[in-house]
């Protein structure tokens, strides 16, 4: 399995008067950079077989975004992505066939987590996702066995990717 994590773009801030942590809508220029982003990503990675995304409107809109990019990907929602369990996203993942290349977009710090979790590094922090960010993880036995890291990307690098 490959696996492409994304951590969503840019939403309004925690504690906006009248908005809820959990309705919290991307910026118009978070979707204006990842919408950039998103179009070098699918430059650099082939079209994932499946798009997972945690449910809340910041996740789901950046995934749209992504799979608006890749064109022709089925996007499901994740519920499992939205929580803060490592073990919850790897359990989803065991759902999957293990020859598939999956994206998944999702939150810190459990994106972090994850990665740390696949790549056996004890410090996760030192693996935080930038709103926007992106990592391929090659995971060659499935999502119960340490994976490999391909790359790991900031957003504004996957921007400057439009020059090449």
């Known amino acids: 399995m490959k696996l492409l994590i994304v951590r969503h773009a840019a939403a309004v801030p925690r504690g906006t008067p ?15 950079t ?24 910041r996740a789901k809109a950046t995934a749209e975004i992504a799979a608006s990019a890749f064109k022709r990907i089925e996007l499901r929602i994740e519920p499992g992505l939205a929580g803060e369990s490592v073990e919850g996203i790897v359990g989803a993942l065991r759902e999957l066939p293990p020859a598939q290349t999956v994206a998944i ?7 972090s987590a994850l990665l740390a979790h696949f790549l056996g590094a004890p410090q996760p922090e030192r693996l935080t996702f930038k709103k926007g960010g992106a990592a391929l993880v090659d995971l060659p036995d499935g999502p119960d066995a ?13 921007r400057a990717l439009a020059d090449y």
């Open 105 to 111: 977009v999702g939150h810190e710090p459990v994106l």
């Open 34 to 57: 990842f919408r950039a982003a998103a179009t070098r990503l699918a430059r650099i990675v082939a079209r994932p077989d499946l798009l997972l995304t945690s449910p809340p409107p």
């Open 18 to 32: 009248g908005v809820r942590d959990d309705d919290r809508p991307l910026t118009p220029r978070g979707t204006a």
């Open 146 to 158: 340490p994976g490999k890291l391909v790359w790991f990307v900031k957003p504004r690098i996957l």
